[in-house]
């Protein structure tokens, strides 16, 4: 049973306009939200993360949004690049010491020229 | 620069005939994490240490083993692998359970 589910497999984006990558979680015990960024033959990359006593984090062109009570997060690319074309992982950990991060399967962004 | 650092990053077996990958860390991070990831699914966690503190996912095959002789190093021994095996397998490491986690490049495993 999926705790991390992201329901769209792929995306496709035009260059400089917004990319929206959403997010749903079952686990009401998951506290703080992480995404990942992975090119093809890399290994996936910290981007972003939230704590979920926020609603929203910034970081330059990524911001991310937490909605509790949905269980919901999205990630906003903006202006979205040709760079950004790649899988992106949203993963979520519990508060206690020893909690695992738990990864989605991943959505696809393609950067549109 | 600090990274972790997969070898080999393609490794080609046969069908039952051990394999062994290795991850190394400069980061002097207490956790080190080895991932199996099949084609458009997420990373599944097989093992963990925190140190030498081994702990083993309750569904990861017995036929994956795994060592960590030291801080730096951590391997993942296949001793029988299946076609079934066949996938990117990932390490990371992370300061502690909470802290962000860094992953290696991977190493793509085909068995033939």
């Known amino acids: 049973d999926q705790q991390v589910k992201q329901n769209s497999p792929s995306l496709s984006v035009q260059e400089g306009r917004i990319s929206i990558l959403n997010c749903d979680y079952t686990?009401?015990?998951?506290?703080?939200f992480l995404w990942y960024k992975k090119y093809p033959a890399e290994g996936p990359t910290f981007l972003i993360s939230?704590?979920?006593?926020?609603d929203k984090n910034e970081d330059g062109r990524f911001t991310v949004f937490l909605n509790k009570s949905a269980k919901h997060l999205s990630l906003h690319i903006v202006p979205s690049q040709p760079g950004d074309s790649a899988v992106y992982f949203c993963?979520?950990?519990?508060?206690?010491?020893?909690?695992?991060?738990?990864f989605g399967k991943g959505t696809r962004l393609h950067i549109l020229p | 620069d600090a990274m972790v650092i997969q070898n080999p990053r393609y490794q080609v077996t046969q069908f039952g005939k051990p394999v062994t990958l290795s991850c190394s860390q400069t980061?002097?991070?207490?956790?080190m994490y080895w991932y199996q990831q099949k084609s458009s699914q997420a990373p599944k966690l097989l093992f963990h240490?925190?140190?030498?503190?081994?702990?083993n996912e309750a569904d990861t095959p017995d036929n994956f083993q795994s060592r960590r002789p030291n801080t730096s190093f951590c391997f993942l021994d296949i001793r029988s692998p299946g076609l079934g095996d066949a996938a990117m397998y990932l390490c990371?490491?992370?300061?502690?359970?909470?802290?962000?986690?860094?992953f290696g490049p991977g190493t793509r495993l085909t068995v033939l």
């Open positions: 686990n009401s015990m998951f506290d703080y």
């Open positions: 990371a490491t992370s300061f502690s359970y909470t802290d962000t986690q860094y």
């Open positions: 939230i704590s979920s006593i926020k």
């Open positions: 980061l002097n991070h207490n956790v």
């Open positions: 993963a979520a950990q519990g508060g206690n010491r020893d909690d695992k991060i738990i």
């Open positions: 240490y925190y140190d030498k503190d081994f702990n």
